[in-house]
Antibody
Framework: EVQLVESGGGLVQPGRSMKLSCAAS????????MAWVCQAPKKGLEWVATISYDGSSTYYRDSVKGRFTISRDNAKSTLYLQMDSLRSEDTATYYC????????????WGQGVMVTVSS | DIVLTQSPALAVSLGQRATISCRAS??????????MHWYQQKPGQQPKLLIY???NLASSIPARFSGSGSGTDFTLTINPVQADDIATYYC?????????FGAGTKLELK
């Protein structure tokens, strides 16, 4: 069974940093591109970043470029999102998601982790 | 960015057909694929994949869900609607980065 379990969220002050983790199991992690998708409270879904199966390529939405870094450790089957210079508008639930093949849809999602940026 | 437009809400009776639309600001189809996908999200839960490549049913999804469309206009149909289908439905395009989602259509009981 595919499982994605996020951790590392919580309350953080504006301008500070936070690192999210997503532990994957039930599939061959290093065969899949992975992504982070966020959802602000009572709002819709927003793609944040994608990393290729081997970590060689990364892609970000404009609003997080230069502040967020997606990475992975294939030996540990774990995905990460390093979030620096956090802003109040980054407040959201962050989901890690597995990307399926070349059609780039998200076939499995974690349960999500809440990040609140507030002083 | 490709903007996906969905109606905010749809009221439907149990046992009836629900048709949820998603319109893209530009084509999301290639010569081989229709890069539009659909997700269901219930309150407090993560999204769940329903349909990929516009019309392909994801694993374990009941056959009362179906998808259609190409180019800029896509439809998710639920027929017949069951109580467990009350949720918010999102379309998502993967034609180009940044991948974008519609704002969601909340399916409500009439």
């Amino acid at each position: 069974e595919v499982q994605l379990v996020e951790s590392g969220g919580g309350l953080v002050q504006p301008g500070r940093s936070m690192k999210l983790s997503c532990a994957a199991s039930g599939f061959t992690f290093n065969n899949y591109d992975m992504a982070w998708v966020c959802q602000a409270p009572k709002k819709g879904l927003e793609w944040v970043a994608t990393i290729s199966y081997d970590g060689s390529s990364t892609y970000y939405r404009d609003s997080v470029k230069g502040r967020f870094t997606i990475s992975r450790d294939n030996a540990k089957s774990t995905l990460y999102l390093q979030m620096d210079s956090l802003r109040s508008e980054d407040t959201a639930t962050y989901y890690c998601a597995r990307i399926c093949g070349y059609l780039d849809y998200f076939d499995y999602w974690g349960q999500g982790v809440m990040v609140t940026v507030s002083s | 960015d490709i903007v996906l437009t969905q109606s905010p809400a749809l009221a439907v009776s149990l046992g009836q057909r629900a048709t949820i639309s998603c319109r893209a600001s530009q084509s999301v189809s290639t010569s081989s694929y229709n890069l539009m996908h659909w997700y269901q999200q219930k309150p407090g839960q993560q999204p769940k994949l329903l349909i990929y490549d516009a019309s392909n049913l994801a694993s374990s999804i009941p056959a009362r869900f179906s998808g259609s469309g190409s180019g800029t206009d896509f439809t998710l149909t639920i027929n017949p609607v069951q109580a467990d289908d009350i949720a918010t439905y999102y379309c998502q395009q993967s034609r180009e980065l940044p991948y974008t989602f519609g704002a969601g259509t909340k399916l409500e009981l009439k």
